[in-house]
């Protein structure tokens, strides 16, 4: 069974940073997506299973970094120049299923972790 642990949420002002990680069971590729209330869950990254194919989603590119280190297992989500539309719960998902030829369809990921709140402040 897939296990996705997420950490690095937190309360920062508007312009500021966060680091998110996950630490996974094994190596997949794998998608962050977040979602705010009131809202449908949406992409925000993903990242292949070697690390070198990234997406983003256009609301946070040139923004959001992402990187792996498959020896820890481990995927981290750099967000700068935060904004308070950025406020969600985030969250990494294990990618599966290849129906999307990106990784903004929640549906390609099986497993989930149980997120983490990030809230930007302005």
């Known amino acids: 069974q897939v296990q996705l642990v997420e950490s690095g949420g937190g309360l920062v002002q508007a312009g500021g940073s966060l680091r998110l990680s996950c630490a996974a069971s094994g190596r997949f590729p794998i998608g962050w997506f977040r979602q705010a209330p009131g809202k449908e869950r949406e992409f925000v990254a993903g990242i292949s299973w070697s690390g070198a194919v990234k997406y983003f989603a256009d609301s946070v590119k040139g923004r959001f970094t992402i990187s792996r280190d498959n020896a820890k297992n481990t995927v981290t989500l750099q967000m700068n120049s935060l904004k308070p539309e950025d406020t969600a719960v985030y969250y990494c998902?294990?990618?599966?299923?290849?129906?999307?030829?990106?990784?903004?369809?929640?549906?390609?990921?099986?497993?989930w972790g149980q997120g983490t709140q990030v809230t930007v402040s302005s």
């Open positions: 998902a294990a990618r599966d299923k290849w129906y999307c030829s990106g990784y903004e369809c929640p549906s390609d990921f099986g497993s």
